[in-house]
């Protein structure tokens, strides 16, 4: 069974950067694709972004296409989500998760696993 540690969230200005990662243990990492998704109170988890098993596909939510940036470490079995120009709507609980396999074709059905999640403010 798969476990995700995300770590690396925190309170941010607007107009700032914060970087997440993702530990993950109890299967080869570099096999499957991994994904962040986020939930602000009130609202449904939404995708943000994911990563295939190499690293050579990735996509993104229109909503924070050209300012989220996720990467993996295959070696060191963590994915990073880098999070630039950050607005008040960013503000949200984010959530690492594990692929069902190596690509992800559909984001709403392409993950199995979940991490615990860190909080995410971005202030005005």
């Known amino acids: 069974q798969v476990q995700l540690v995300e770590s690396g969230g925190g309170l941010v200005q607007a107009g700032g950067s914060l970087r997440l990662s993702c530990a993950a243990s109890g299967r080869t990492f570099s096999s499957y694709a991994m994904g962040w998704f986020r939930q602000a109170p009130g609202k449904e988890r939404e995708f943000v972004a994911a990563i295939n098993w190499n690293g050579g596909s990735t996509s993104y939510a229109d909503s924070v296409k050209g300012r989220f940036t996720i990467s993996r470490d295959n070696a060191k079995n963590t994915v990073y989500l880098q999070m630039n120009s950050l607005k008040p709507d960013d503000t949200a609980v984010y959530y690492c998760?594990?692929?069902?396999?190596?690509?992800?074709?559909?984001?709403?059905?392409?993950?199995?696993?979940w991490g615990q999640g860190t909080q995410v403010t971005v202030s005005s």
């Open positions: 998760a594990g692929g069902k396999k190596s690509v992800v074709i559909t984001p709403e059905t392409g993950f199995g696993s």
